[in-house]
């Protein structure tokens, strides 16, 4: 008689499938293009471009894999990683998801309800851009709209402070030191680019638990 699977196993069996099919994918399109156009590209200059951009994102890779596994869980980091935008879209709904419930990271409630949240912003991310892809033509007169500008260019720093303040306000203790960190770095640093912000943001992430750590030890928390 085969034996029943538990739901964690399951998870990691389906998530390992889905994750390697995904990679196949992934590497088959440049491959199909390559081919179908003729386009090989020079050995030499893609060992000399992998090398000069592939370490940045085995960094991130590694850092990002132990900061958001304990944060979102087996099936939410599965479906995460393999959909994207996990510290700007699935991280924020997971960790609202598990507070709203009251329910914690790393308890089995807590990875029933981050995989939830996650598949659910993941189907709703797929079905606003496809809406957004049908409806861009004739919306784009409205989206160029002047009046409309000011809303855009804020749009992410709106989305970012509200999650912010509710996160912050648990603990200001805690989010003071990354605060201020990420603050004076781009004060004095403004031309960083998305693949340095990447890797700052993982590197924050475990600031702020040796942080806690210290300040737990120390009674400060």
């Known amino acids: 008689m085969k034996k029943q699977l538990s739901y964690i196993d399951s998870v990691h069996r389906d998530g390992r499938i ?5 990679m196949g994918l992934m590497l088959l399109y440049p491959l199909a293009v390559a081919l179908i156009f003729g386009a090989v590209p020079d050995g030499k200059g893609l060992l000399v471009g992998l090398g000069a951009t592939a370490p940045m994102y085995w960094a991130v890779g590694i850092v990002e894999t132990f900061t958001f596994v304990p944060m979102l869980g087996a099936g939410g980091s599965y479906i995460s990683f393999i959909t994207g935008n996990i510290s700007n879209l699935k991280l924020p709904c997971a960790l609202s998801a598990m ?3 009251g329910v914690k990271a790393n308890s089995e409630e807590g990875e029933v309800i981050s995989t ?3 598949a659910v912003s993941s189907i709703v991310t797929t079905l606003i851009i496809v809406l957004g892809v049908i409806l861009i033509v004739p919306l784009t007169p409205v989206l160029n709209a002047p009046v409309l500008a000011p809303a855009f260019a804020n749009l992410l720093p709106a989305l970012f402070g509200g999650l912010g303040v509710v996160f912050i306000s648990r603990n200001w203790k ?3 030191v990354p605060l201020l960190l990420m603050t004076v770095l781009f004060i ?4 960083l680019g998305s ?3 990447g890797i700052m ?3 924050c992430v475990v600031l702020t638990v040796a942080l806690a750590r210290f300040m737990y030890k120390k009674n400060m928390l």
């Open 18 to 22: 889905w994750s390697l099919s995904i």
């Open 188 to 191: 004095f640093v403004p031309a």
């Open 99 to 101: 507070d709203q419930m």
């Open 195 to 197: 693949g340095e912000v």
């Open 116 to 118: 939830i949240a996650i």
């Open 174 to 176: 805690l989010a003071l």
């Open 201 to 203: 943001a993982p590197v």
